[in-house]
């Protein structure tokens, strides 16, 4: 049983930050990527960042110079760092991660909210 809890949503103005975490426990074998994700009302679930087991990462344009994403494999965490937030950044943050070596399985998180007031 893997488990994902994504920690560090909640309610900011505009220009302001916020820092999600999220910690994979459980029967963990090899993390590969990790990633987070944003789901807004009514829209598709889209990638916000990614970053490899070795460190490299991926931004959506949107985000690219605002969002940090990093992780600690020590502690099994993927952060995400957001600065300058927006209304349009608000949605649910899933995290995701990549585990296996021959064979690969995704796991998510059950999401946390971010609203971004005006």
């Known amino acids: 049983q893997v488990q994902l809890v994504e920690s560090g949503g909640g309610l900011v103005q505009a220009g302001e930050s916020l820092r999600l975490s999220c910690v994979v426990s459980?029967?963990?074998?090899?993390?590969?990527?990790m990633g987070w994700y944003r789901q807004a009302s009514m829209k598709q679930r889209d990638v916000v960042a990614t970053?490899?087991?070795?460190?490299?990462?991926n931004y959506a344009d949107s985000v690219k110079t605002r969002f940090t994403i990093s992780r600690d494999n020590a502690k099994n965490t993927v952060y995400l760092q957001m600065n300058s937030l927006k209304p349009e950044d608000a949605g649910v943050y899933y995290c995701?991660?990549?585990?296996?070596?021959?064979?690969?399985?995704?796991?998510w998180g059950q999401g946390t909210q971010v609203t971004v007031s005006s």
């Open positions: 995701t991660a990549n585990m296996g070596l021959f064979t690969t399985k995704d796991f």
């Open positions: 459980g029967s963990i074998s090899r993390l590969n990527t």
């Open positions: 970053i490899t087991r070795a460190g490299s990462t």
